[in-house]
């Protein structure tokens, strides 16, 4: 921990500081304590990215408890009236009670990553209008892109419609010859607009085009999410609007969003890309209680041996709405999938949720749902699968303090037959063996 004891003994300098630099500092963090009470099933959350194992899921019981820690905390520096603004955050992120890397004995470790490191900026021409550079929160949509990158926001509004020009890139691939491309790296262009067309309704419209050409001999790596392709040059341009409206009690959320590009891996393999997505939230508050439907449809490919890859592609996300396979367990860094589909399969999801305000301190919720991929999983016994499951979660959040919350999660899935794709080749034979439980808790205090 002595790398964050040098950040903190930093800020508390540029706290100091105040009056000789003229500047407003806003100290804000987020110190969350998380427990994985009980899993049947620890393999497939030993790390963040089991969903690739051959056979995290074993027929007999692999139990695992454990906890972790995530702090986050950022400082803000503002000059001329809020016109300039400096953000940095640092944050240990999903340290383990015991780990090796600063959560075993004496604690010494390098785990403390820079989560943002970026300068808003106020043009002087336009109190509208706004520069962000550096490394900080972007958002794209939620099941697309919504993570921190490094890169340029351009933000300000043209008469109803409030934009976001960007420039972001997410991988470097350097220059090393004068037969390489100017522009290798991974990068990506964003166009948005917001309106609200009517006094409940609000509208999204964005194109984002991504693309990467990198000069290397290395083989590629194609993986489920556009952040872990590598050695890979691909144009993939996404079209899409989200939005919501309300009225009365009753409330809507929206996304729909089409792909088109092409890929080629420099071993022969061309490729052409086209996906889909549409996502819907329909709910109604009825007092202290709010009942909501969930549902999304996530394009999956149907042959992978093709030319033609058909699934959606997310760039970096994360996906909470289940607690068994995403990361609706509270040790959110160990999940069986962060993105909204499985592999290459996609997902059609569905979900019924209640939740209720009992008191001023005490929340819970119950949920139902109902998943399967988009398109079949082949197993080793040649059978085809897409049903995943049904799976029941369940909540409660119990604020101890204003600014402390206890909370206990649990979720079990009845596994169907296609859940036997992760078996393991040998135990495949079109019938899941068993189900999976996860219950989890954190205390959280954010100030």
């Not at 037969?179 to 999204?204: I, M, S, T, Y």
């Not at 309300?246 to 052409?272: C, P, R, S």
Request: aromatic content about 12%; proline content about 2%; cysteine-free.
């Amino acid at each position: 921990m002595r790398n964050l004891k040098l950040v903190l003994a930093t800020l508390v300098a540029l706290g100091l500081a105040v009056p000789a630099l003229a500047a407003d500092f806003k100290f804000s963090g987020d110190l969350n304590h998380r427990f994985n009470l009980y899993t049947n099933q620890g393999n497939i959350y030993s790390g963040p990215e089991t969903i690739s194992s051959a056979n995290p899921i074993e027929k007999n019981d692999v139990e695992e408890f454990f906890g972790d820690i995530k702090y986050r905390l950022v400082v803000e520096a503002a000059t001329n009236d809020g016109r300039v603004k400096g953000v940095y955050a640092v944050e240990v992120g999903g340290l383990r009670f015991g780990r090796s890397g600063g959560g075993g004995y004496s604690g010494d470790g390098t785990n403390v990553e820079t989560r943002w490191a970026y300068t808003d900026i106020q043009l002087p021409t336009d109190s509208k209008t706004r520069l962000l550079i550096g490394l900080q929160p972007f958002t794209v949509n939620k099941f697309l892109w919504n993570e921190t990158a490094m890169g340029v926001q351009f933000k300000g509004d043209a008469g109803p419609v409030a934009y976001t020009l960007a420039w972001m890139r997410g991988k470097e691939y350097f220059n090393t010859t004068d037969d390489d491309d100017l522009f290798e790296d991974a990068d990506a262009f964003l166009a948005r607009g917001d309106l609200k067309p009517a006094e409940n309704v609000k509208l999204g419209l964005f194109a984002l085009y991504e693309r990467a050409n990198p000069s290397t001999t290395t083989a590629p790596t194609y993986n489920h999410e556009l952040k872990r392709i590598e050695n890979v040059d691909y144009d993939l341009y996404t079209f899409g609007a989200d939005g919501g409206m309300t009225a009365g009690n009753l409330f809507v959320n929206w996304d729909l969003m089409y792909q088109t590009g092409e890929a080629e891996d420099g071993n022969g393999g061309d490729f052409d890309l086209e996906g889909y997505f549409a996502h819907a939230d329909v709910g109604v508050k009825l007092g202290k209680t709010t009942v909501t439907y969930t549902g999304w449809y996530a394009s999956g490919d149907d042959d992978a041996n093709d030319n033609d890859m058909e699934n959606f592609i997310a760039t970096d996300v994360d996906t909470f709405d289940s607690i068994v396979l995403f990361e609706g367990g509270y040790n959110d860094d160990n999940y069986f999938t962060e993105a909204p589909y499985i592999l290459d399969k996609g997902m059609i999801f569905n979900k019924i949720a209640v939740d209720h305000q009992a008191t001023e301190k005490l929340k819970v919720g119950a949920a139902v749902l109902y998943l399967m991929t988009a398109e079949d999983l082949e197993l080793a016994d040649g059978s085809k699968e897409d049903k995943l499951g049904t799976e029941l979660d369940a909540y409660v959040s119990y604020m101890l303090y204003p600014n402390v919350e206890v909370a206990l999660n649990f979720g079990y899935l009845f596994a169907d037959d296609a859940m036997d794709y992760w078996e393991g080749s040998s135990d495949q034979d079109g019938d899941s063996d068993t189900d999976i439980y996860r219950s989890t808790m954190r205390v959280r205090y954010q100030f």
